[in-house]
């Protein structure tokens, strides 16, 4: 409390007798007497104090008007001086009381970097957040992953697509030495001839979902710049995915050889109509119940039997015709057509209608073709 905020102003309805109203001054509901220039200091006396109040130090002593109606009334009994002190301090005790849990309390929160640090069982909710929120996470991320649609060959996962299916698709999209292509303008050159050295084979036959596949045993190779490639298996496209000078074929089979530093050389055998063939037959007659299934054929394959009796050939660099589309394949296309029946082109339409990548850019590529 300020006292200097005080206002002074008569007050005469509760001016203790003996007090002139002059000196009187009203501060916060208190009467205290205002010391005129002719008065003369009072002797300080302790203040009568209630059970809770501390008893008050001495201060400043309070000044009276020096008149006799003063000291008579001081020295009285019911002095109103006394009356006004002990009041005073009734009421600044009663304040300190009730400002103890009032508005002007001073509450202290500890701030770490400005923000308020949270108890532990705030931390515990925040870290139960956190782990909820990451198990979300990851379930929508394995959501993700088990949505990302599968390559083939129509529709939204078509081969327009493949190269952002994936990452390791990308080369489908960018790669600038893809296959198939549009055969056209070979160099009539002398080349080496391939050398096939085939074997009468065990084999089982496998639908992957994309093509009918026939995967062989070892002791099955080619030959060809002085290269050994061993072959791994051989697979179906129809129509083909080869063509020539324009020209596309009722299907195509794809022989995928590997030298021994892991690059690969494919011979590519070309369909048209015609007479059956014998080796094509007993590939559809061992065909398995269910996709994803091998079945072991009952008999050994004579892969010779494959080829045809001309045995000159195209010959560039490309790719795999499928996901993920790798480069630095070797082509050979073998320019006389094999033939199949009408018959045994449906039993292989019935189960994939289409599966062929379309003809990519030549890009500037040079083909060979073999006198």
């Known amino acids: 409390m300020t006292l200097s905020r005080c206002r002074h102003r008569p007050h005469h309805r509760h001016r203790p007798p003996g007090v002139p109203a002059a ?69 600044l005790s009663a304040a300190r009381t009730s400002q ?4 002007y309390d001073l509450r202290v929160s500890a701030r770490t970097g400005g923000a308020a640090v949270p108890t532990a069982h705030a931390a515990k909710g925040a870290a139960d957040d956190r782990k909820a929120g990451s198990k979300q996470a990851a379930g929508h991320a394995a959501k993700a992953a088990a949505h990302v649609p599968h390559w083939g060959y129509q529709g ?25 292509i549009d055969i056209r303008g070979g160099l009539a050159v002398d080349l080496d001839p ?37 072959l791994k298996q051989f697979h179906f496209h129809r129509p083909s995915e080869e063509r020539i000078d324009g020209r596309q074929f009722e299907m195509s089979l794809h ?24 080796v094509l037959q007993q590939v559809w007659n061992n065909l398995p119940l269910e996709r994803g299934e091998a079945a072991p054929a009952r008999a050994p394959m004579e892969l010779t039997a494959l080829l045809p009796a001309d045995r000159r050939y195209y010959t560039y660099m490309g790719s795999l015709t499928t996901p993920p589309c790798s480069e630095g394949v070797q082509w050979i296309v073998m320019r006389q057509p094999v033939t199949l029946t009408p018959d ?3 039993i292989f339409a019935r189960l994939y209608p289409m ?17």
């Open 156 to 180: 939204s996962a078509g081969p327009d697509t493949w190269g952002g299916l994936k990452p390791e698709f990308s080369l489908c999209k960018s790669g600038q030495r893809q296959s198939p």
């Open 194 to 230: 391939v050398r096939f050295d085939y074997q009468a084979s065990p084999f089982a036959v496998l639908d992957n979902g994309h093509t009918v596949q026939v995967e062989l045993g070892p002791g099955n190779s080619i030959e060809v710049g002085g290269k050994r490639f061993e």
């Open 23 to 91: 000196m009187l001054t009203l501060c916060a509901g208190l009467l205290l007497p205002v010391p005129s220039p002719a008065s003369d200091a009072l002797p300080a006396r302790p203040a009568a104090v209630g059970s809770q109040q501390r008893p008050a130090k001495p201060g400043p002593a309070l000044k009276a008007d020096a008149t006799p109606a003063a000291e008579e009334a001081d020295a009285a009994p019911a002095d109103p001086l006394e009356q006004l002190r002990v009041r005073l301090s009734e009421r």
């Open 355 to 371: 599966n062929a990548r379309p003809i990519q850019a030549a890009s500037g590529r040079r083909i060979l073709q073999s006198n």
């Open 344 to 346: 045994q082109i449906e």
């Open 255 to 278: 022989l995928v050889h590997q030298d021994a530093q892991g690059r690969l050389a494919v011979v590519a055998l070309l369909f048209d109509k015609g007479p059956a063939h014998p």
């Open 100 to 103: 103890a849990g009032g508005p």
